[in-house]
């Protein structure tokens, strides 16, 4: 079903598929700068990439805005953030000459969509809300059939070029938000991703469970209570009846980096 709005387009999707519990909703913003037949091809794929995260996370607890912004580029979404403060807001800037395809291929979208499963956690814990973002794009991507290769082999050929920066005895969030302030995002951001990639392993070997199946739970339990870092963490150790995540975190802001990511074999 799809109702049109005022001042957008608010999308029911079909619950039943998911059984979720609640409609689904989103509000698209901005649409009516481009042409009747590029708004159909922009809202295919935000379709498309709202259904796909929530077939990994379920359904959010919040109706999102989805902004798109026009911007000619060598690429379909050239630049993209979240806005957190009031209602959960994605702002695309696409270039809408990219067929339907190339945006569909392109991980932004998915990467931001997973930005909203968290709240918003201050710059000082930009390290933890990237991480999990760079991670969860390729669960998402995964699940949606559009990787050639697993998502362990992207968190490994992602990281590799950036290797040399965590050979460090400075602990992994040190080095991470040192490379964010000199803008060195892929940098920080795949280092940041190998504390989801270790927490998955960990869940999955002391509670057979995924983590993307703990953070759909933690939509229905904790996503609009939580505020901070330390709730996060303790949410998600309470969920999973286990303390790996507030350990992990000890590792990653104590430890050496060189002793906690893969990053001595060459
Ligand atoms: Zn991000």
């Known amino acids: ?142 699940r949606a059939g559009l990787l050639q290769q697993s998502p362990a082999q992207w968190y490994m050929d992602k990281l590799g070029p950036h290797r040399r920066w965590y050979k460090s005895d400075y602990s992994v969030t040190e080095v991470a938000n040192r490379l964010l302030t000199q803008g060195k995002y892929p940098a920080a951001y795949w280092g940041s991703a190998w504390f989801f990639v270790m927490a998955d392993e960990q869940l999955v070997k002391q509670k057979g469970i995924r983590l993307t199946t703990l953070i759909a739970n933690y939509q229905h339990c904790c996503r609009l209570q939580d505020n901070t870092l330390k709730q996060v963490l303790t949410s998600l150790d309470t969920l999973s009846d286990t303390d790996l995540f507030t350990q992990l975190y000890q590792k990653f802001t104590q430890n050496p980096a060189r002793n906690v990511l893969p990053v001595s074999i060459d």
Request: hydrophobic share 40%; charged share 15%.
């Open 1 to 142: 079903m799809r109702l049109s709005l005022c001042c957008g387009f608010l999308f029911l999707l079909p619950t039943l598929l998911f059984g979720a519990d609640l409609p689904r909703t989103y509000l698209v913003k901005g649409a009516e700068r481009f042409s009747p037949e590029q708004q159909q091809k922009l809202t295919q794929w935000l379709d498309f990439g709202v259904t796909q995260t929530a077939r990994v996370f379920g359904d959010y607890p919040f109706t999102m805005e989805l902004h798109l912004n026009p911007r000619q580029s060598r690429q379909p979404v050239p630049w993209a953030n979240t806005w957190r403060a009031g209602v959960q807001s994605i702002h695309l800037y696409v270039d809408s000459r990219f067929s339907l395809q190339h945006f569909i291929n392109d991980w932004t979208l998915y990467h931001e969509l997973s930005h909203l499963a968290l709240p918003y956690l201050g710059d000082r814990h930009a390290w933890f809300a990237e991480g999990f973002a760079s991670f969860m794009q390729y669960q998402i991507m995964h």
